[in-house]
């Protein structure tokens, strides 16, 4: 039986077969790439029949067990719901199984579009990207819109002072991992604080919500959200500003920090995303610009910490020379995010 890092293959086979409908052995399992964190197999059994298994990552078993437990919450939670997630089918906490816990989901089929090549090639014309568009619009308000009561997440995280929370933790993180003096972020997070919109009813907030966080199927229509991770309960328009961060439509002019995919023909241009939220959700975008200049400082914030482990010898012995791109991006977020702040004095 061949090995494979961070599946015990003998003990997890025997728990599938065991636990699982549907889950005949032997199993062959492949790292499904992306994730950046937990890790993430395709499980593939005897007869043909995929499921997906998701574990904590090496070295990481005692701070990540809460981790599966909760992901695996709000899937079972979202499984009623109208947000397209995969089926749930099973959740070992059992550390003598694999040393870590983890779930199992039924495998969907989809798209995760990462570049431009890629969704040209999925979504093969512009009437299909523009239902991309308006399909992962459309899965945000519905997320958005989920009745915490029936789902079960009501105690998944406290309601009031979203942004308030997340503006100290962060900067917190920024000023014990800050490998120098970067006034723009001081700035930003005095500017921020000082005007955080009140928040109204709190939803559950996805926390990473992008195109790359998503399958889409054929036509454009998204049939799964991934990557709950960091799903907690708060201000919803903190979605709408970081999918403003990662998106870069065909017509924008100021450059997102990445979305390479959504540069092709046929997309919305961010201003169109916003506008489709605010129809299908109800709900007063007139503040996006400060959660717009929230996420990109937020995401300075997380890049330096990078930064600074990479500094630190995380990639092995690099010259600083070589790892002074980081150093810029987090320059040009904090930059980004005073242009977005000042657009709302």
């Known amino acids: 039986m061949n090995a494979v890092p961070g599946i015990d293959v003998a003990a997890v086979t025997t728990w599938l077969e065991s636990h699982v409908d549907g889950a005949v052995g032997p199993f062959t399992f492949d790292v499904i790439a992306g994730g950046h964190s937990n890790l993430?197999?395709?499980?593939?059994?005897?007869?043909?029949?995929?499921?997906?298994?998701?574990?904590?990552?090496?070295?990481?078993?005692?701070?990540?067990a809460h981790d599966m437990g909760r992901e695996h919450r709000?899937?079972?939670?979202?499984?009623?719901?109208?947000?397209?997630?995969?089926?749930?089918?099973?959740?070992?906490?059992?550390?003598?199984?694999?040393?870590?816990?983890?779930?199992?989901?039924?495998?969907?089929?989809?798209?995760?579009?990462?570049?431009?090549?890629?969704?040209?090639?999925?979504l093969v014309d512009e009437a299909t990207r523009r239902n991309a568009s308006r399909s992962l619009v459309d899965t945000?308000?519905?997320?958005?819109?989920?009745?915490?009561?029936?789902?079960?997440?009501?105690?998944?995280?406290?309601?009031?002072?979203?942004?308030?929370?997340?503006?100290?933790?962060?900067?917190?993180?920024?000023n014990q991992?800050?490998?120098?003096?970067?006034?723009?972020?001081?700035?930003?997070?005095?500017?921020?604080?000082?005007r955080i919109p009140e928040q109204g009813p709190a939803t559950i907030v996805h926390g990473d919500y992008r195109l790359d966080n998503c399958m889409v199927g054929d036509d454009g229509e998204v049939v799964a959200v991934l990557d709950w991770e960091i799903c907690t309960l708060g201000d919803p328009l903190a979605d709408l500003g970081l999918l403003q961060v990662y998106w870069n439509g065909p017509n924008d002019i100021e450059?997102?920090?990445?979305?390479?995919?959504?540069?092709?023909?046929?997309?919305?241009?961010?201003?169109?995303?916003?506008?489709?939220?605010?129809?299908?959700?109800?709900?007063?975008?007139?503040?996006?610009?400060?959660?717009?200049?929230?996420?990109?400082?937020?995401?300075?914030?997380?890049?330096?910490?990078?930064?600074?482990?990479?500094?630190?010898?995380?990639?092995?012995?690099?010259?600083?020379?070589?790892?002074?791109?980081?150093k810029l991006q987090v320059e040009q977020a904090a930059a980004t995010a005073e242009r977005y702040l000042d657009a709302l004095r």
């Open 40 to 64: 993430t197999f395709r499980v593939t059994g005897r007869d043909g029949t995929r499921f997906v298994l998701r574990r904590p990552p090496l070295g990481h078993v005692l701070a990540s």
């Open 140 to 174: 945000m308000a519905a997320i958005h819109a989920v009745d915490l009561e029936s789902a079960g997440l009501v105690e998944l995280g406290r309601h009031e002072g979203y942004i308030e929370r997340q503006l100290k933790r962060w900067y917190g993180q920024w």
């Open 177 to 194: 991992g800050k490998t120098r003096e970067l006034a723009a972020v001081d700035r930003v997070y005095e500017g921020l604080l000082a």
């Open 255 to 326: 450059g997102a920090w990445s979305g390479t995919a959504t540069s092709a023909p046929g997309f919305w241009d961010r201003a169109q995303l916003a506008e489709r939220y605010a129809e299908v959700s109800g709900r007063d975008i007139s503040q996006l610009d400060f959660y717009v200049a929230f996420a990109f400082w937020k995401l300075a914030c997380i890049i330096e910490g990078v930064y600074s482990r990479y500094l630190g010898g995380a990639l092995g012995d690099r010259p600083p020379e070589e790892l002074a791109p980081f």
């Open 74 to 122: 709000i899937l079972s939670g979202l499984q009623t719901s109208a947000v397209p997630v995969p089926p749930v089918k099973g959740f070992c906490e059992d550390l003598d199984v694999n040393g870590a816990p983890f779930y199992v989901m039924g495998f969907v089929d989809g798209h995760v579009l990462r570049d431009r090549d890629a969704a040209e090639a999925a």
